[in-house]
T-cell receptor
Framework: AQKVTQAQTEISVVEKEDVTLDCVYETRDTTYYLFWYKQPPSGELVFLIRRNSFDEQNEISGRYSWNFQKSTSSFNFTITASQVVDSAVYFCALSGYNQGGKLIFGQGTELSVKP | GAVVSQHPSWVICKSGTSVKIECRSLDFQATTMFWYRQFPKQSLMLMATSNEGSKATYEQGVEKDKFLINHASLTLSTLTVTSAHPEDSSFYIC???WGTGANVLTFGAGSRLTVL
């Protein structure tokens, strides 16, 4: 069975602080995809990243960075120098390679960045 | 590119009525679409997988007679909530799969249903 766990339900930081959102996953598939999405209060899902299970290189995109470690089945997301606009719910998700895009979502982490 | 339009974005209806939500891929053909439901402060839960020209595959615990899914073309899937009740009030969001292995996904903006 596949499962995604985001243990942090809510995180509150002050603007300019760095913050890491944890994601741990379980799967028996050898090939799979991992995702992060941002969901602002409007509800739409904003795609942040998709990572193939064979690619363990860390990725940086502006203030965002992702640390993928297969050994610990984790795919953590760090926001550097957080801003108020980063306030949202963030979801980590998993999809098996042959599942055609069917996603299993974690419970989500609500990030609040205060000025 | 790869835009998914979901309509309506919000709807209020009376208990007992049926509501149809459309998910349309605007600039690509989506062989597979997915429907998710999200209750307040909760995660997205997959309801069903919709394949063009065939019956939808429902997840365990989802009533297929209550949530009718039709995927009549490569660009349109519809979700009809039949005889809606207040407990069906939720945020419904679709996604469309495309690309090699259909692992590139685009989400619609979601539809917020309130049943009075």
């Amino acid at each position: 069975a596949q499962k995604v766990t985001q243990a942090q339900t809510e995180i509150s930081v002050v603007e300019k602080e760095d913050v890491t959102l944890d994601c741990v996953y379980e799967t028996r598939d050898t090939t799979y995809y991992l995702f992060w999405y941002k969901q602002p209060p409007s509800g739409e899902l904003v795609f942040l990243i998709r990572r193939n299970s064979f690619d363990e290189q860390n990725e940086i995109s502006g203030r965002y960075s992702w640390n993928f470690q297969k050994s610990t089945s984790s795919f953590n997301f760090t926001i550097t120098a957080s801003q108020v606009v980063d306030s949202a719910v963030y979801f980590c998700a998993l999809s098996g390679y042959n599942q055609g895009g069917k996603l299993i979502f974690g419970q989500g982490t609500e990030l609040s960045v205060k000025p | 590119g790869a835009v998914v339009s979901q309509h309506p974005s919000w709807v209020i209806c009376k208990s007992g009525t049926s509501v149809k939500i459309e998910c349309r891929s605007l600039d690509f053909q989506a062989t597979t679409m997915f429907w998710y439901r999200q209750f307040p402060k909760q995660s997205l839960m997959l309801m069903a997988t919709s394949n063009e020209g065939s019956k939808a595959t429902y997840e365990q615990g989802v009533e297929k007679d209550k949530f009718l899914i039709n995927h009549a073309s490569l660009t349109l899937s519809t979700l009809t909530v039949t005889s809606a009740h207040p407990e069906d009030s939720s945020f419904y969001i679709c996604s469309a799969a495309w690309g090699t292995g259909a692992n590139v996904l685009t989400f619609g903006a979601g539809s917020r249903l309130t049943v009075l």
